[in-house]
């Protein structure tokens, strides 16, 4: 329990990171413009992003705005699944970081009715993004490399167990017919 509430400050916290340097870039770049941090590769940029990741699916809030509820509650509901031992430590924390950039963006885009972006890397031309999309991509691939060469497959059994349920639902229901 004590873990749980932990992770529920750090997921305060993460958002209010995200919230607040989106409000400084909402007040500061938009008004006074780039502010270049290492010429010609890092550059903060003010950017009102409509769609989703890098501009995708444009002005569709309330689509995006809907999906985010569902996987938020479904990123939570798992959360909630995955064992308490100290070996799924990481995963608790990668899934804090997962669930407080879904939110950071999602209390933008309600309201706002857009997700403030602001950090651009010239260098490469890579779209502008901000803090929560860091925590998305960084922890995305934490998890994907934790479990090529930390966890083995039956370290993940727990998910299993979720997704069994629906399975047996749609066996009962064939089972009727």
Same mark, same amino acid.
């Given at each position: ?7 529920? /400050?750090y997921?305060?916290?993460?958002v209010?990171?995200d919230?607040?340097?989106?409000? %400084?870039?909402?007040?500061?770049? *938009?008004?006074?413009?780039p ?5 010609g590769?890092?550059?903060?940029q ?7 990741? %890098? ?9 995006l705005? @809907?999906i985010?509820?569902?996987?938020? /509650?479904? &990123? ?8 308490? +031992? +100290?070996?799924?430590l990481?995963?608790?924390?990668? %899934? ?6 879904a939110?950071g963006?999602? @209390? =933008?885009?309600i ?5 403030? =972006?602001? #950090?651009?890397?010239?260098l #490469? ?19 994907l ?7 083995k =497959?039956?370290?993940?059994?727990? &998910?299993?167990? #979720?997704?069994?349920?629906g399975?047996? *639902?749609?066996? =009962?229901?064939?089972n009727?017919?």
């Amino acid at each position: 329990m004590k873990q749980r509430i932990r992770h529920l /400050i750090y997921l305060i916290i993460l958002v209010l990171i995200d919230q607040l340097s989106k409000y %400084w870039a909402r007040t500061t770049l *938009k008004k006074d413009g780039p502010i270049s941090i290492i010429s010609g590769v890092l550059k903060l940029q003010y950017h009102e992003n409509t769609g989703a990741v %890098w501009g995708i699916m444009a002005d569709k809030t309330t689509f995006l705005s @809907i999906i985010t509820v569902i996987l938020t /509650i479904l &990123l939570v509901f798992i959360y909630f699944k995955i064992p308490n +031992k +100290k070996r799924y430590l990481p995963v608790h924390i990668i %899934w804090v970081f997962i669930i407080a950039g879904a939110i950071g963006n999602f @209390i =933008d885009r309600i309201s706002l009715k857009y997700v403030v =972006d602001f #950090i651009y890397f010239e260098l #490469i031309d890579f779209p502008i993004f901000n803090i929560a999309d860091c925590y998305l991509t960084v922890s995305c691939v934490l998890l994907l490399i934790l479990s090529l060469f930390y966890y083995k =497959d039956d370290d993940f059994e727990f &998910l299993e167990s #979720i997704f069994k349920i629906g399975k047996r *639902k749609e066996k =009962d229901l064939e089972n009727k017919e």
